[in-house]
């Protein structure tokens, strides 16, 4: 089928080149974006506590006073507030009432909200509850932020904003700055990692320019996708689409590459080599794409809208990617002549030298011959990778055993595995300012006081809530471990009387796994000791976040399940066996083990980090499982076509090894480098994240692809492809010979 979808393309290649470029402008000049979502709580299904007690928030309480943001202010020099200095606070603070700033509602004094050693005041600020929770939230804190500076100019006191909504425009800032960041890194590794590996500029260039091509495809049925099922994105989804699209689309062009230049060196002319490309890889290229975009798109299972919204984001980036792949790369290669494409920067400069020099004379340029490029025409022997594969096909049990032993051994450093659920600082460097005020409020008050937790007591048989079962009720909730205060000037009711408001101030910091521990000890005194004829719902970012732990445990449950089945599936289609797909399988989850205690060990061991962001282990589920398999399957698949050719199996895993090799290398670095390129963001998640999938794909590149999968193969022999007959016989086609070395400046 394959060999016919490259036939197909190469005959038509400018009209699939055509198509490929309207479709980018058509899609991407009419598909709607996806907004990115901030309010963690809109990620969890409407079941959960923390999300009904926000909705009863609001209609009780529709007109409660809601801090959007903090303003914080301290001297310059770092001393105590003297009294002139709280005066320059109160008139800043109805300096900032007086602006009417688009959103901002009220901004309470100063008062007595001065910390115990008189450092620092804080005056809270409320925003528009409609906006507080969308990206505009982040126009007011802007504005706000000015204004403070413009206030406080010429005074020896500065005004720092903290909060819900500094932290959206913190955020946005951070995600821009982390999305050129990346890009840029991105585009500078493919590039100058493709040049070294061909050692030709249009090479290195060809797969950035279609992938630039196809993202506008992809990121057009995307936002189409979002707005059709409603998917709620958050801050780092952009980001992730760039390093996937490049990283995986790189990865796809390599897979081909090298087997177009091995057709061309067995002496197939240029559009027929692209024809036997195509038709040789394309079956590996849709499964390893295949099973990719199942493990995306199994997210939809997720109980947290960030994932299913990033799951079926990431897999129709990786269906175009896949399809562009098997079409547009190929057709551009059969348009491209070999000359031009594997020509060197050197060899292109010395004949356009030449060229220009006929032209001044008059005469037209003769075509290059004896200049042409020899180098992508040599096929080196005795190279790494033919003495890796003689070592794989002559000791398969000691390759199979040491890779094996590296892989538990990481595993094994999983159990240290840690969860923290601290996103707003983990998505942002500490340096920003609404962390800065985060770290204020910590020292100079109370760690939870920040972001308090609410406590609602509603009736349930319409009898009004009275005042001394409120005040047994809040001693109660005061004497629940890990409680702060539960202070009586911040009890409100409703104005029927059936609903109150109750404020818990917890003693830690409200994203930390102390506070989310406290939360489910608060939630059982505060149902346990509920008068009756009421009913009790707990809110806040702390509830918010202990949902969303028992979400993530869910996920666990199902998701990864789910996922593993449905690549199985594919594997065993794809290799026509029921064996084989199982070990494949049980070393990507050696994989998935390795690759999260690798990273528990350097950032919670090493680097002191209380834990890694709760969502990290599916990310590298994600890259490591799903994309990882690509590696696998590329691997597999030709020892699967070495044993049809009629070779032993060890015979068969060492030809893997040194034909395969160089490409599961090639794309496993860029892959892991365009990842690694995360580390330059600068904040704890991207950091996490990139370190993580980086290392994880090192791993499945270089020790179970290249290692792990062969020698089981081998050591299996023929019984891996067991209940198929691989022989020598292919039956799926006519045999194409493979490369033998040819005469430089063959065409």
């Known amino acids: 089928m394959f060999h016919r979808i490259g036939d197909f393309v190469v005959r038509r290649a400018w009209w699939v080149i055509g198509a490929w470029l309207i479709a980018a402008v058509a899609i991407i000049s009419t598909a709607p974006t996806i907004t990115a979502q901030t309010d963690e709580s809109k990620f969890l299904p409407k079941h959960y506590e923390s999300v009904q007690a926000g909705k009863l928030q609001s209609e009780a309480f529709p007109a409660n006073f809601s801090p959007g943001a903090y303003a914080v202010f301290e001297r310059k020099d770092g001393g105590k507030l003297t009294e002139a200095d709280k005066a320059t606070a109160e008139k800043t603070v109805k300096g900032l009432g007086a602006k009417h700033i688009t959103s901002v509602e009220t901004v309470l004094p100063v008062g007595k909200s001065y910390s115990k050693d008189g450092t620092f005041g804080m005056s809270m600020i409320a925003i528009d509850k409609k906006v507080l929770q969308k990206p505009e939230a982040a126009d007011a804190a802007k504005a706000l932020r000015e204004a403070g500076a413009e206030l406080t100019a010429d005074t020896p006191v500065k005004m720092l904003l903290g909060g819900p909504a500094a932290s959206i425009l913190d955020q946005q800032d951070s995600s821009k700055l982390a999305e050129a960041l990346i890009g840029v890194g991105t585009f500078v590794i493919i590039l100058l990692t493709l040049w070294l590996i061909f050692r030709s500029l249009t090479v290195a260039l060809l797969p950035i320019l279609s992938i630039i091509v196809y993202s506008m495809v992809a990121n057009g049925l995307i936002g189409y996708a979002g707005k059709l099922f409603g998917l709620k994105a958050d801050n780092s989804m952009s980001a992730i689409l760039i390093v996937v699209l490049f990283g995986v689309g790189t990865d796809y062009f390599l897979f081909l590459m090298f087997r177009y230049r091995e057709r061309l060196r067995a002496g197939d002319e240029r559009k027929e080599a692209v024809v036997n490309a195509v038709g040789r890889v394309g079956e590996a290229i849709a499964s390893a794409a295949g099973a990719v975009v199942v493990a995306f798109a199994v997210l939809v299972l997720s109980s947290l809208g960030m994932f299913t919204a990033l799951g079926p984001s990431l897999a129709i980036a990786v269906a175009v990617t896949a399809l562009a792949s098997i079409t547009l790369v190929p057709a551009v290669l059969s348009v491209v002549p070999e000359r031009v494409l594997f020509r060197r920067v050197v060899e292109w400069l010395r004949w356009d030298g030449r060229h220009l020099a006929w032209l001044v004379r008059g005469a037209r340029a003769p075509r290059p011959v004896g200049d042409f490029p020899e180098h992508w025409m040599r096929q080196s022997k005795g190279t790494r990778f033919a003495a890796l594969g003689g070592g794989v096909q002559r000791r398969p049990a000691v390759a199979a055993l040491a890779s094996g032993l590296v892989l538990v051994a990481l595993t094994v450093a999983a159990l240290g595995y840690k969860g923290t659920f601290d996103l707003t600082s983990g998505s942002m460097p500490k340096t920003k300012e609404s962390m800065v005020v985060q770290d204020r409020m910590m020292k100079a008050f109370s760690a939870g006081a920040a972001d308090p937790s609410h406590v609602y007591l509603a009736s349930t048989n319409g009898a009004k809530l009275d005042a001394a079962g409120l005040d047994t009720y809040r001693a109660a909730l005061a004497g629940t471990p890990g409680v702060a205060a539960v202070p009586a000037d911040r009890t409100s009711l409703s104005k029927d009387g059936l609903t109150a ?76 066996s029921l064996v084989a797909p199982w070990y494949l399988m049980a070393s990507v989850g050696l994989g998935f083990g390795a690759t999260l205690g690798a990273t528990s060990l350097i950032f919670q061991r090493i680097g002191g980090e209380p834990g890694l962001m709760f969502m990290l282990p599916i990310f590298i589920y994600l890259f490591v499982v799903a994309i990882g398999t690509d590696y696998n399957i590329l691997m597999i698949a030709r020892l699967r076509e070495e044993v049809k050719e009629g070779r032993s199996p060890r015979e068969a895993a060492g030809q893997a090894v040194e034909h395969a090799g160089p490409t599961v290398a090639a794309a496993g670095f860029i892959l892991a480098a365009t990842f690694g390129t995360m580390l330059l963001a600068g904040n704890s998640l991207f950091s996490q994240m990139g370190f993580s999938i980086a290392f994880g794909i090192i791993i499945s590149a270089f020790v179970m692809a290249m290692f792990f999968t062969p020698a089981i193969t081998a050591l299996l022999g023929r019984a891996a492809w067991w209940p198929g007959h691989q022989d020598a016989a292919d039956r799926d086609g006519p045999t194409v010979p493979e490369a033998e070395p040819q005469p430089a400046g063959r065409i």
Do not use: C, W
């Not at 910091?509 to 000791?529: F, Y």
């Open 501 to 576: 408001d109750i404020t818990v101030v917890l003693k830690d910091a409200p994203a930390t796994n102390k506070a989310i521990d406290t939360m489910g000890s608060l939630r059982e005194t505060a149902h346990g000791s509920a008068p009756s004829g009421t009913k009790v719902l707990v809110g806040g970012q702390t509830s918010v976040l202990k949902d969303i732990n028992t979400a993530m445990a869910h996920d666990y449950k199902l998701v990864f399940p789910v996922a593993a089945l449905l690549i199985l599936l594919i594997l065993a289609f794809q290799l026509r």
